[in-house]
């Protein structure tokens, strides 16, 4: 039984149905807002209770290093040195929802890609997928093959801007030395185990390797984002926002060139993602095996959606009809983790149990009055919500910002109305749990882990082992990112492998002809960005766009709260985090809630900032997304 929340159950076929005799079975029940700051107190000793709190407003706006438009507003309680309540506002309509409006369904695939600048490409990938699955066909095995390494490539250029220039850091000497200066002193006299590695021979080595702007590990994130770049022109001619992406794979010429120049930069990745998971557990491992409270730091419930990634060239063929059996050939598996149980690997089951709210965000509900949803099903019978992508409408309503009303321009997704994150971690447990890999000499999923083997290249062949964490917390965020580039180098090598083997049998074809259906279509693109979970749903008639409506990995984690008053994931993981500067009250600089919100690598549509003395001017740029202090 998959879902506990909303009133979906399975006869004895595994088919799924609205449980009988509720008249309203999606219906909401709103909860009064409750008071965090109170229920954190409780959470205190008696003698902590009899004293009057020392309670402090937080806010930062804009969230520095990080993709875009972030404002965050926390309350911290001096006395236990505790957040206590937050709001994780995005402070940026952009509606490429409504731009898409009555267009040609085939401009949704550029028009997408312009929603970001860090990863333009999923969304141009994840269009071409709904696409193809409107329109009815199915691209030849290399497009697939194609297509694969290009996302490979642009995770290769997301993950070192994350784990270098944006989250990289708040653990360097520079920050920690204003917040927690004991702890420089400890990490100079510090070995660091994994030095044969990455070379560092101290904690406060790597410290000051990720000073911004001078630290060595700072500037060889910038090399290998230009190196992930150069392999995503190979598979797609341009980066970001590629133009050849198309229904039905890619309009790219390739060629053994192609391949083998890919196959050369993906050797320095190799050695890039050993030194990578060394650095990161000897970072992670240093402030934990320190002090253990950095555990509860970004702490929050083993509760995620992924919706895999990287499908099965043989496998494939973008029906609806077929979606659990080639999202069950996905080199990254789709799933959902409650509570840290793997419930399903279907797409059928995560897809209808997704719904979106609104009680917290600027629009208008659009179920008011509308009656029977417009699709109480999908096409194989499984039960939609009202709430549900294909039902949804985006009807923009902004107005002044009230935490007990609306605060936010993200929408809350829920899933059985449990609040879920997403990430490049998340999807290696998915995959870690299910098991279900294809066969391949890269990577084994252990159930509680990840084995990969990178070949050799400048570094020895070299086997690492990523342990599904026991705590979800901001520190196995930044360190699962660090084996997700070694994880995605493995599957790299196994596309790249399937690529030279297509192209050696004469199966060069990387795209299938089509013509732009006039009936009525309605479906849904399933992938991942960077940052994880990524859908696009869908509904066209008479060759244009009905409605069209993008979820990504930010809306997720960056989500208000919801009908039920349950914050979403920034705000879950802010509540409850220790505040461990060593400072006094006065000087405290808020790094541990910092910590907290990059480790999630937010991603908001990029704006610029400027402090005039007299206000605020808010200016759009799009541009890399960097957003750099």
Known sequence: MCFKNLPITFDENGKARLVEGIGDPYALSLAEPRDFVRAAMDRRSAGALAAPPQLREWSIDPVTRVAGALAVHTVLDLGSRTAVDAHSMAMLFRGYEIILQGR??????????????????????????????????????????????????????????????????????????????????????????????????????????????????????????????????????????????????????VSTTTFNEYYANLGKIFDYAKRLAG???????????????????????????????????????????????????????????????????????????????????????????????????????????????????TIPRPEGKNFKEKYSWSTAPRWDRTTM?????????????????????????????????????????????????????AFERNRGRAYGVAFTAAIGMICLMQAFDYWRKGETKVSTSFKVPRDERVSMGVWEAGRGYLTHHMHMDKGRLLNYQINTPSTWNASPRDPFDNPGPYEQAIVGTPILESVPDDDIKGIDILRTIRSFDPCMPCTTHMDTGRGVITREVNSCGCTLE
Not at 113 to 131: K, P
Not at 182 to 208: I, Q, S
Not at 312 to 335: E, K
Not at 435 to 460: C, K, S
Request: with cysteine; aromatic share 10%; charged share 20%.
């Open 421 to 473: 994150e997403t990430g490049v971690y998340g999807r290696m447990w998915t995959t870690a749990m299910a098991q279900q890999l294809p066969d391949n000499p890269y990577i084994e999923a252990t159930g509680d882990g990840l084995r990969m083997l990178l070949p050799a290249h400048d570094l020895p062949e070299t086997e690492l082992f990523w342990k599904v964490p026991e705590k979800l917390n």
């Open 104 to 253: 040609d369904p085939r401009d949704a695939i550029d028009i997408s890609s312009r929603a970001c600048g860090v990863c333009g490409g999923v969304h141009a990938t994840v269009s071409s997928l709904a696409i193809e699955m409107a329109f009815g066909i199915q691209p030849p095995p290399l497009g697939v093959c194609v297509r694969n390494l290009g996302e490979v490539a642009e995770m290769f250029y997301d993950h070192p801007l994350h784990l270098g220039l944006l989250a990289g850091p708040d653990y360097s000497t520079a920050v920690v030395s204003v917040t927690n200066p004991e702890l420089v002193d400890l990490a100079a006299n510090t070995l660091a185990p994994h030095a044969d590695v990455h070379g560092y021979v101290t904690v406060k080595d790597l410290m000051d390797a990720l000073n911004p702007l001078e630290g060595s590990i700072y500037l060889e994130s910038l090399e290998y984002t230009r190196i992930a770049r150069k392999m995503c022109t190979l598979m797609y001619g341009k980066y970001p926002h590629p133009s050849t992406l198309v229904p039905g794979g890619v309009s790219t010429t």
């Open 279 to 393: 650095i990161w557990d000897d970072i992670c491992d240093f402030f934990l095996h320190t002090n253990p409270g950095y555990s509860d730091v970004g702490y929050r419930p083993s509760n995620l959606i992924q919706t895999g990634i990287w499908d099965d060239p043989g496998t494939y063929d973008a029906t609806y009809a077929n979606i659990d059996v080639w999202g069950h050939a996905r080199y990254s598996a789709p799933g959902i983790i409650k509570d840290g149980e793997l419930l399903t690997t279907k797409i059928t089951e995560i897809n209808m149990g997704i719904e979106e709210f609104v009680e917290h965000s600027y629009y208008d509900d659009w179920t008011t009055g509308n009656g029977q949803a417009r699709f109480p099903t999908d096409a194989l019978g499984n039960p939609l919500s009202p709430y549900h992508a294909w039902n949804k409408e």
